[in-house]
Each structure stands twice: as C-alpha cells, then as structure tokens.
C-alpha cells in the first residue's frame, strides 16, 4: 500500500530541510530503489526568473538539500531540469534564468541543464495524447525526483505534483498546448497523461513558503511550513488537497486522475499528520473554491461554476505595471496580444482565455476579467 508523508519543516534553514528531506526519504526507503550509478534528474518548478523570495519557484535551498541526501547515499549523477513556462528562454538565457532563481549555485554539486530538445515519447493507448514532447534530460534519466512549489493555479487550481511536470515540455509547446485545451477539463487531462508518460518516481512538495490567490506567479506568498512527499504522484495531490481541507471537485487535474482510475484511496499515511490549518487555503478567484464549506458546499460552488464557465470566459487586461517587455506578446498561443499607443492591447476574439499571459508575467501587469462567452 502507498504511503504519503507530511512534515512541519519549519525553514529554509539547510539543516531544517536536510533533516526533513532525509526523513522523506527514509519514510519511502528511497535508498534502497535507486542505484548509486543511476542518473538522477531533479525536476523543480523554474516558471519564471524570479527569486525564491517570491515564492513562484521551488526554493532552490531545498533543492539543495534533496542533493545533499543523494550524495549520502551514494547518488552523485544528478540534473536539475525544468523548461521555463511560456517565451522566458526568447528573451533570456537559461543561466540567467538560474541566476535570478537563486540555482547557479547549485552547479557545484549537480548538472544544470541547458538543452531543451525535445524527445517524442509515446503515450499508452487509450490516451487523447498519442505522444509527448519532453525534454532530453527527463526522457534520458534512470530515476526522476518531482520538487514542485506549492502553488494556487488560476486554472487548474492547485499546482503541485502533477501540474509540475508540465515543465517537462519545452519552450512554446506549452502555450499550443493551451490553446489546443482551452477547458481546465481537457487541460487537466493532459496533464495528467502527461504525468504518467513522465512517471516520476518520487515527489518531495516544498510548501514551507506557498503561493495562493491568483496563482501561478501572481498569487500571494504564505507560510505554511510543510513539506509533503509520495511516490504516487496522482494520489499525493488527492491527500495534499485533503490535508490542506481543498476541495478535492475544484481541483480538474485530480478529477481528471480519479477519472482515468489513478488515485487510490486507500493508502497509509507518515509524519505531522496531525496538522489542521486555521485558514483555509485562498484559491484563485476563477476556481472560486469553497473551502470552508464542507463538501456539499463545494459541490454545489462547482456546479455553479460549471455554469457559469459555460457563459463566462476569462481575459487579461494589462494594467499600468506593464513596462512592455513583449513577454506576453510572445507567448500568447492565439497571437491576441500586440502594441499599439504603447500600451499592450488584447484582439478580444482571438482570445481564449487561457491566462499563458498572465503566467509569463513577472510585473503583476495582468488583471483577469470575465466576459460573456459569444462564441
Ligand atoms: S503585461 Fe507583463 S509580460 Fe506583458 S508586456 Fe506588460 S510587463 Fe511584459
Ligand atoms: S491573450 Fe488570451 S489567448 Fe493570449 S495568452 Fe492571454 S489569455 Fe491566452
């Protein structure tokens, strides 16, 4: 039976997260499933050029500490890897992108990669995606570690284990992806084919800093003080949601893995399981979540989200942070977006709503409105 582990971790500190990192590992004997000769990928969530600070990335200290509890078992041919969401690699370079995020030091001890090829992996039939495109290191690696950010998602609502490896998939295939999936639905289910084409063998969570409201980057920073771990990547984001009291029916990519029959509800559980939040978990606007309501509660805010997403969509509309820097322009799958006056102007009906704009963002110069669907 698997087993899912949550643990206060108070800190950034390097012995705070040492210590509950080796503890993760030892919950789920990891030692004894990956070999000392086996190319270890480390997949972060790298989204944007921003510092750890803002709580977007995953902490590159406790990247670091999961290095640090490889060495100790030997493990020593690691790579850390993610694609940046939308255009970021058209305007800067990915060592940049390291800089910023605080990673570069990481290279003492690891292999940040720089090469974003993309390799076709096929899918299992029975799936709406055939193949997936995914970058040369995590098609290459023996054994692949998933430390995704705790985060709010505007679509998908929570972005955690499986949302997290969409990184996965290089440079603007993302954005094509969203505009071939406009619906959370859809996109969800690709999400969740995509993670089992991946198929990390193992999840460490770092939510000691977290992201809600209007995340994936435009959300509020919160301390939580956890980090949560499992080698079933579906089911960890089930009892992520469950133990942080979010409705399990607001979160399309775990509908979407109970659909497909890959969470399993029966599993064992480790570590502070004792942990309640006196707050419920803020979630994006356009999830509107009910989370202190109960189950009934949120089954009735969802139907009436689903009705209401069938009249209503969502779009940008810059605001005045916006200093031009085309990232948005670049990205935007539908090509809605251009200058004119400067200012960043949006074409309404090319626009699908499907917020890669809003992610790519760094400035907060993306404020979501809703409007009547007409098409
Ligand atoms: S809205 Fe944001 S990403 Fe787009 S041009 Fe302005 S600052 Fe750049
Ligand atoms: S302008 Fe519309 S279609 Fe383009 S990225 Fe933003 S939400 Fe998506």
Redesign the pocket.
């Known amino acids: 039976m698997n087993t899912f582990a949550v643990l206060k971790t108070e800190n950034y500190d390097d012995e705070t997260l040492y210590t509950a990192v080796k503890k993760h590992l030892e919950i789920h004997n990891i030692k004894d499933e990956v070999s000392k000769n086996a190319r270890v990928l480390l997949k972060p969530n790298l989204v944007t050029d921003k510092e750890a600070a803002f709580s977007v990335t995953t902490n590159p200290r406790f990247v670091f500490a999961v290095i640090r509890c490889l060495y100790d078992i030997g493990v020593k041919n690691i790579t850390v890897a993610d694609c940046p969401g939308g255009a970021l690699l058209v305007f800067s370079q990915i060592q940049e992108v390291y800089e910023k995020t605080g990673y570069s030091f990481l290279a003492d001890y690891a292999y940040l990669n720089t090469d974003f090829t993309g390799i076709d992996v096929n899918s299992p039939d029975g799936f709406v995606n055939k193949k997936f495109n995914i970058i040369k290191a995590v098609s290459e690696a023996d054994y692949i570690i998933n430390l995704p950010k705790f985060k709010t998602h505007n679509i998908t609502g929570i972005t955690a284990g499986v949302k997290n490896l969409f990184g996965t998939v290089p440079g603007l295939q993302k954005p094509a992806f969203h505009a071939k999936y406009p619906l959370a639905k859809d996109f969800s289910n690709m999400l969740v084919e995509l993670a089992a084409v991946v198929k990390p063998n193992f999840t460490i969570v770092d939510a000691v800093d977290i992201m809600e409201g209007n995340g994936p980057t435009n959300g509020k920073k919160r301390y939580l003080g956890l980090t949560f771990s499992g080698k079933d990547v579906f089911t960890l984001d089930s009892f992520i949601a469950k133990t942080l009291g979010i409705a399990q029916e607001t979160v399309p990519t775990i509908t979407a893995a109970k659909a497909k029959g890959f969470v399993d509800e029966k599993y064992l559980t480790a570590g502070d399981t004792d942990f309640a939040t006196d707050t419920p978990i803020l979630l994006s606007e356009l999830t509107r979540a009910d989370t202190a309501g109960g189950k009934i509660a949120a089954r009735i805010s969802t139907l009436l989200d689903k009705a209401l997403d069938a009249v209503f969509m969502q779009y940008?509309q810059?605001n005045d942070?916006?200093?031009?820097?085309?990232?948005?322009?670049v990205?935007c799958p539908k090509k809605a977006?251009s200058?004119r006056e400067k200012r960043?102007v949006l074409d309404r009906k090319k626009c699908i709503g499907c917020l890669c704009?809003d992610e790519?963002?760094?400035?907060g110069?993306?404020d979501i409105r809703k409007k009547l669907k007409t098409r």
């Open positions: 940008p810059m942070k916006c200093i031009l820097c085309k990232k948005c322009i990205t977006l200058i960043v704009c790519v963002c760094t400035n110069a993306v």
